[in-house]
């Protein structure tokens, strides 16, 4: 069937009550843009989030809280459909046959896998760990996604689902749009406010480095205003030389619509103390109304879960078609 829209998707792990910074300007300001041209697929990929170790309790509210964030960033329930991974069994479904056709080896090459595998010790790595990049193929192609808008650390992952969907055409016949990735060079790596050399990170970040977007933005003004720079004081754009005013300088210029060249003219001769403070209000500004829609949508949890099915009723007439296709090409019964 060819799409009037090109299609998106794109999931995002509720692994914390509250999205960060580089997860909102890497990945869902681009999610909520793309709805205005693009036919869009939104999902809280919770199977994913069920990699580690995860208490049944604080799953279930860090989903509604990541469907709750979504809502307040602007992912608008009647041009996107926004679901919960999970509740369309056809993911881990297709997840199966894409994991069949994927060498170990190759898998074992996701340097995703390799980093948190290495710090977490192979006896506490699940196997589901490893094959996790093989679910995020099956979220992509079940909806025959032509874009997929993330930051810069899922490139190799993205990059997997091309070769995946190539092979799974060759050898069985066209079936899989082979996705691209939406990557924004300005913004698809944000980093952490303390250590401006890696990226800003759930699982990674000291509290003093990331700004979670639900934290008390008094606290987050403070993280700004004491974010690592260098002993300069000229505010540039210089990724290499000065990581820390450069960063902040990228998450000001988004959040402000103003352009770099501009922000360096405007603090000459102000020092970095002139750009966080400013940085700082314009960051708070921006959470304090996003903190309260968020927390209007958690107020009615039962609207909440009765939008995410709604979303998981069409999303899974998309993924169902695509699956029938599938187990049809490689040899399965249809059950009649
Ligand atoms: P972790 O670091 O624990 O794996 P995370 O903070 O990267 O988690 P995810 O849920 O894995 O969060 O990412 C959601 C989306 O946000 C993905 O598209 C990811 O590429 C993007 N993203 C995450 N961190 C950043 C960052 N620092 N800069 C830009 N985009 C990011
Ligand atoms: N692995 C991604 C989350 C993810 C995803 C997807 C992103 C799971 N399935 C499908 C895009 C498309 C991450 O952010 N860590």
């Known amino acids: ?16 009550g509250s999205f960060h910074l580089g997860n909102y300007l890497g990945a869902v300001r681009q999610w909520v843009g793309l709805q205005e041209t693009h036919d869009t697929f939104y999902c809280v990929v919770d199977q994913h989030a069920l990699t580690v170790p995860k208490d049944p309790a604080e799953l279930r509210s860090n989903t509604r809280f990541a469907a709750a964030q979504l809502l ?4 608008d329930p009647e041009r996107a459909t926004l679901f919960v991974q999970s509740q369309v069994a056809e993911h881990a479904q297709l997840a199966w046959i894409v994991e069949c056709l994927t060498g170990f080896g190759e898998a074992a090459r996701m340097t995703q896998f390799k980093d948190k595998s290495a710090k977490q010790g192979a006896d506490s790595t699940s196997v589901g760990l490893f094959t996790y990049p093989m679910l995020m193929v099956a979220d992509i ?29 060759h050898r069985y016949g066209p079936t899989f749009v082979i996705p691209e990735p939406h990557i924004l060079k300005e913004t698809g790596r944000i980093y952490d406010l303390q250590e401006p050399t890696v990226k800003m990170s759930k699982s990674a970040s000291s509290p003093k480095g990331i700004v979670e ?18 002993t300069d004081t000229v505010v540039r754009f210089d990724a290499d030389k000065k990581p820390g005013v450069s960063n902040l300088l990228t998450i000001h210029s988004t959040l402000s619509g103003t352009p770099i ?23 708070t500004e921006w959470v304090t109304p996003f903190r309260s829609r ?9 609207e909440l879960d009765a939008l995410l099915a709604r979303g998981a009723d069409k999303a899974r007439v998309v993924a169902a078609d695509t699956l029938a296709r599938v187990y049809e090409k490689v040899g399965f019964l249809t059950a009649r």
Request: no cysteine; hydrophobic share 35%.
């Open 1 to 16: 069937m060819v799409n009037a829209r090109p299609r998106v998707l794109s999931g995002i792990q509720p692994t914390s």
């Open 72 to 75: 307040a960033a602007g992912v």
């Open 141 to 169: 192609l079940l909806y025959e996604a032509d874009e997929v808008p993330v930051g810069e650390d899922q490139r190799q992952h993205l990059e997997l689902s091309r070769n995946l969907a190539e092979r799974f055409n």
């Open 213 to 230: 977007l639900l934290d008390e933005p008094k606290a987050t003004a403070k993280k700004i205003k004491s974010a690592v720079t260098d």
């Open 261 to 283: 060249p501009q922000l360096e003219e405007h603090f000459a001769g102000k020092g970095y103390g002139a750009l966080k403070t400013e940085l700082a209000e314009i960051v």
């Open 294 to 302: 968020t927390q209007e949508y958690l107020d009615d949890p039962a």
